[in-house]
């Protein structure tokens, strides 16, 4: 992606260090705390291709 200047946003990278306070304990999904540390990071990515 970086060799065609598509912007990318790692979200698994980043949110793997807090799985255990943001994933459910009996499935793959997100609980609230996720969703939310998850929608800051793309929300911040989305201004700033915007700028």
Request: charge should be negative; charged fraction near 20%; hydrophobic fraction near 35%.
């Given at each position: ?37 998850l ?13």
């Amino acid at each position: 992606m970086n060799k065609h200047g598509v912007a990318t946003d790692d979200l698994f990278t980043l949110i793997t260090p807090h799985l255990e306070e943001t994933q459910n304990s009996n499935d793959i999904h997100s609980n609230g705390a996720g969703y939310e540390f998850l929608g800051q990071q793309v929300g911040e990515a989305i201004l700033k291709a915007l700028k």
